[in-house]
C-alpha cells in the first residue's frame, strides 16, 4: 500500500483518520496502522475508503497496491 498517497488524498479531501475509522467502524488505533502500513485493508475496508475519497477503479491500485507487485509475464 502506498501510505504517502493515501495519506495525501485524505488531506486533500479533508478526512480525518477519525473520520475515515467511522466509515469504517474501526478504532482509530486500527486505521492508524492500516494507513501506516503496519496491519492490512481488507479489501471492503480498502473499497469503502477508496469510494469515500473518490478513487476511481483505474486509481485504486496506485492507492491500495504496492508499486512491486510481480507481473507475470506469458
Known sequence: ???DKLKGIMRE???TQADAAKLLGLSECSVNQKINNT???FLDEAEKLANALGIDSGGFGVYFFAANVAK???
Do not use: A, L, Q
Open 1 to 3: 500500500m502506498n501510505s
Open 13 to 15: 479531501k479533508r478526512m
Open 39 to 41: 496491519r492490512p485493508f
Open 72 to 74: 507475470c509475464n506469458n
